[in-house]
């Protein structure tokens, strides 16, 4: 098993001991696209609260969209964690499915590995992970073939 | 401006109850990940995609309304997840090309 590593953006909060003023997590089941979209709606609907800027949850929304479809199309499943920092806000999504072989190549735009089933539904336009690389500020993949894929992606707060 | 007049100027038909906002732009596309990624919040957008991800990724970029064209009509439980995001949904028969002239005519621009 090999694992493979990919990551943008200059790191500003560790990963590990950051001040968390609110953490959720949100359970994403694999083949479920009757519900998918809700993680990401009640992760909008959480931030809305917390009244941040429109703007970043509007990226935060389109990055969690991607990825919540990609668990459902492409994992068994996955914990969807929101992080709120006092100076960020961050996503940790790490998923039990077929992990993603050549990294490089699921981020080039317009390559895809949907099947008919998912293009049927306007899925396939090989914009799932460069719409997240093009919305966060930090962004970093973790991917074993046959184990999962942990995604991590943040957005600044200012500045 | 707003739904309810543009949905009588151009003939649609509602298929979800009727929740009046401003449009402020038309987005027209049948692929999901470019909706959320490119559609602005207040678009009215047309496509022949209408199921319950459309919806979810419509409310996630706030979209004030769905045009499904070629007489395609939405299931029930898209209907009702609409309607509880308030967003409306309406019906034609024409093209999305028909419906792009008809906006313009309209005075969305």
Known sequence: MNESRWS??????????????YGESIRIVGDDFEHGGEAAA???????QFGLDPAVIRRLSIANFEAEMNVIMYAQEAEMQLQVL????????????????????????????????????GFGAGLGLPNIRRNTDEFEIISTPGVGTTLRYTIHLQG | MKLSVLAEKLALKPVTEMCDKEITGVYISD???DVIANAK??????TVQIHNNVIAAANLVDIAGIVVT???LPTE???????????????TDLSRWQVTTMLYEAGVR
């Open chain 2, 77 to 91: 439980d898209v209907r009702k997840m609409a309607e509880k995001a308030q967003i409306p949904i309406f019906s």
């Open chain 1, 86 to 121: 006092p100076d960020a806000v961050r996503v940790i999504l790490s998923d039990r499915g077929q992990g993603i072989p050549d990294i490089g190549q699921a981020l080039q735009e317009g390559y895809s590995t949907a099947t008919p089933r998912m293009r049927q539904r």
């Open chain 2, 41 to 46: 919040p207040g678009d009215l957008l047309v």
């Open chain 1, 8 to 21: 943008t953006g200059e790191p500003r909060v560790p990963w590990e001991g950051a001040e968390i003023l």
């Open chain 2, 70 to 72: 070629q007489g395609k």
């Open chain 1, 42 to 48: 009640k992760i909008k609907a959480i931030l809305k």
């Open chain 2, 31 to 33: 692929m999901v990940s």
